[in-house]
């Protein structure tokens, strides 16, 4: 079994569901993936540092708590960018990178088109695309993320396939995944089986 972090939660699932149905509309569509990248960043942040802070309540003061570290969330564009709502939803103060892929039809590898990121280095970087499939574009992206000086890199997906959890255990095995549910194999177009088709596709209404 490969090394995964696989969200185990009522709510993930019944939205994992909704997703999956070939009927649900776009809107519906991205209002669930909205949901579920709360609940994996949630979880993906539930062990992060932190630093005390003093805050001043109505009836005194008292001792609170703050992220210890600066956070970035790298979308892999396009179907990435499905996800950044949420991220900025919980970490107004993150900043969003950007790393433009497609996958090439015929050789299922992909192809860097875009990049953008910040001078400053963050603390920790959350890649973060709904579908890991064959795992070329997760690899490519951690790499790059890597290039940018970043040390501590996390990778979010909302469906994975075992091979390409595999493939980013292989050549990124400092990188930990999360993600809502392993399926069960990937099909000779190295689309995820069962899955729920194109991503990008359902979120853009393409």
């Known amino acids: 079994m490969p090394k995964v972090n696989i969200l185990d939660n009522a709510l ?9 149905d070939k009927n649900t509309t776009p809107e519906l569509f991205r209002a669930n993936i909205n949901r579920l990248t709360i609940l994996l960043i949630a979880e993906a942040c539930k062990n992060l540092p932190l630093k005390d802070v003093a805050v001043e309540t109505p009836l005194q003061l008292t001792t ?9 969330f790298v ?24 790393l433009g892929m497609y996958r090439d039809e015929e050789t299922f590898e992909p192809v860097e088109y875009y990049q953008k990121f910040s001078a400053k280095i963050p603390d920790r970087a959350f890649v973060i695309d709904p579908m890991l499939a064959t795992g070329g574009s997760a690899d490519s992206a951690i790499a790059r993320v890597k290039t940018w000086g970043v040390k501590k890199i996390e ?26 549910v392993l399926d069960e194999k990937l099909n000779e177009k190295a ?16």
């Open 155 to 180: 990778l979010l997906c909302i469906i994975s396939a075992p091979e390409g959890v595999k493939l980013i255990n292989k050549k990124h095995p400092d990188t930990p995944i999360y993600t809502c």
């Open 12 to 20: 993930a699932k019944t939205y994992t569901t909704v997703i999956r």
């Open 191 to 206: 689309y995820i089986l069962p899955g729920l088709g194109d991503a990008g596709d359902r979120i853009f209404n393409t």
């Open 64 to 72: 609170g708590s703050e992220l210890a570290e600066q956070i970035a």
């Open 75 to 98: 979308p892999i564009i396009r179907a990435g960018i499905g996800m950044c709502d949420a991220a900025l939803e919980l970490m107004p103060s993150a900043e969003i990178f950007h």
